[in-house]
Nanobody
Framework: QVQLVESGGGLVQAGGSLRLSCAAS????????MGWFRQAPGKGREFVAA????????LYGDSVKGRFTISRDNAKITVYLQMNSLQPEDTAVYSC?????????????????WGQGTQVTVSS
């Protein structure tokens, strides 16, 4: 069982930045793709970004492309989401997930383990 713990959420003004972290509890994290999803109040879960096993390939949701960057540090068993130019519509609970496959996916159903999530609130 893989355990994931997100951190770095908080309250930020529009135009600001945050960096989220997701620490995994164990190997073989290094062999798996990772993703970030978000869920705003009253809405379904939305794909944000994903990264393949070695960081060589990434995917982004259309609403965050050009503003968010996903990265990973396999030595630290951690994946990051750098969020710039934040807007009120980015307000949501952000969750990381592990896919037991080397390649990134934008589909929620293809992820096997999920963290509890961290709240991001962007004020206007």
């Amino acid at each position: 069982q893989v355990q994931l713990v997100e951190s770095g959420g908080g309250l930020v003004q529009a135009g600001g930045s945050l960096r989220l972290s997701c620490a995994a509890s164990r190997y073989p994290f290094n062999n798996y793709a990772m993703g970030w999803f978000r869920q705003a109040p009253g809405k379904g879960r939305e794909f944000v970004a994903a990264i393949n096993w070695n960081g060589g390939s990434t995917l982004y949701g259309d609403s965050v492309k050009g503003r968010f960057t996903i990265s990973r540090d396999n030595a630290k068993i951690t994946v990051y989401l750098q969020m710039n130019s934040l807007q009120p519509e980015d307000t949501a609970v952000y969750s990381c997930a592990v896919r037991r496959n080397m390649y990134a996916s934008r589909w929620e159903r293809e992820y096997d383990y999920w963290g509890q999530g961290t709240q991001v609130t962007v004020s206007s």
